[in-house]
């Protein structure tokens, strides 16, 4: 089973940049869609985007379209997600995840691993 890791959260100030990595280990990769969640205090985890596994087809939550773009490197099994013009309320544990197939789903249920998520913190 892949392991997946993630990276690059920090603070940062409202109206600026971040991009998270997603690093993915002991499994296939390439074979896979893969996508973002997110989860603050007290909510449940959201959907932000996914991506088919050779890149092509990618799909976002309508609160980060425009705003947050997800690629992936197959030759250097890595995700990434950038993020411009973060906002307060994107303050978050962001984590990636894998999914069980090659489709391109947006459903907590339909993706199988997980990374244990890095911290993001938006300042107003």
């Known amino acids: 089973q892949v392991q997946l890791v993630e990276s690059g959260g920090g603070l940062v100030q409202a109206g600026g940049s971040l991009r998270l990595s997603c690093a993915a280990s002991?499994?296939?990769?390439?074979?896979?869609?893969m996508g973002w969640f997110r989860q603050a205090p007290g909510k449940e985890r959201e959907f932000l985007a996914a991506i088919s596994w050779g890149g092509t087809t990618t799909r976002y939550a309508d609160s980060v379209k425009q705003r947050f773009t997800i690629s992936r490197n197959n030759a250097k099994n890595a995700l990434y997600l950038q993020m411009n013009g973060l906002k307060p309320e994107d303050t978050a544990v962001y984590y990636c995840?894998?999914?069980?197939?090659?489709?391109?789903?947006?459903?907590?249920?339909?993706?199988?691993?997980w990374g244990q998520g890095t911290q993001v913190t938006v300042s107003s």
């Open positions: 002991g499994g296939t990769f390439s074979n896979y869609a």
């Open positions: 995840a894998q999914a069980g197939g090659l489709a391109v789903p947006t459903g907590v249920d339909h993706f199988t691993s």
